[in-house]
Nanobody, 115 residues
Framework: QVQLVESGGGLVQPGGSLRLSCAASGSIFSDNHMGWYRQAPGNQRELVAMISSGGGTNYAGSVKGRFTISRDNAKNTVYLQMNSLKPEDTAVYYC?????????WGQGTQVTVSS
């Protein structure tokens, strides 16, 4: 069984920063992808950023240059540094880890960008 525990969400003003963390525990295959998705009310869940165990990254176009994903393989933890936040970044952010046919999700953390 794999568990993902997210932290770091909250309320921030436009232009501000937040850092999300997600710690994975359990039987985790070492060659995996870890990432962040988000879902705003009325919208489908969308990919924000993904990072492979080798460090390769992929970002949604809307966050490129503002968000940075990183990971600590020794701790099975993935981070999302979010800078220059905009009101349209408001959503529930979900951590994800996957390998082969295995796919696990965190419980989600709310990020609200508002003045």
């Amino acid at each position: 069984q794999v568990q993902l525990v997210e932290s770091g969400g909250g309320l921030v003003q436009p232009g501000g920063s937040l850092r999300l963390s997600c710690a994975a525990s359990g039987s985790i295959f070492s060659d995996n992808h870890m990432g962040w998705y988000r879902q705003a009310p009325g919208n489908q869940r969308e990919l924000v950023a993904m990072i492979s165990s080798g460090g390769g990254t992929n970002y949604a176009g809307s966050v490129k240059g503002r968000f940075t994903i990183s990971r600590d393989n020794a701790k099975n933890t993935v981070y999302l540094q979010m800078n220059s936040l905009k009101p349209e970044d408001t959503a529930v952010y979900y951590c994800n880890v996957r390998w082969f046919s295995s796919n696990y999700w965190g419980q989600g953390t709310q990020v609200t960008v508002s003045s």
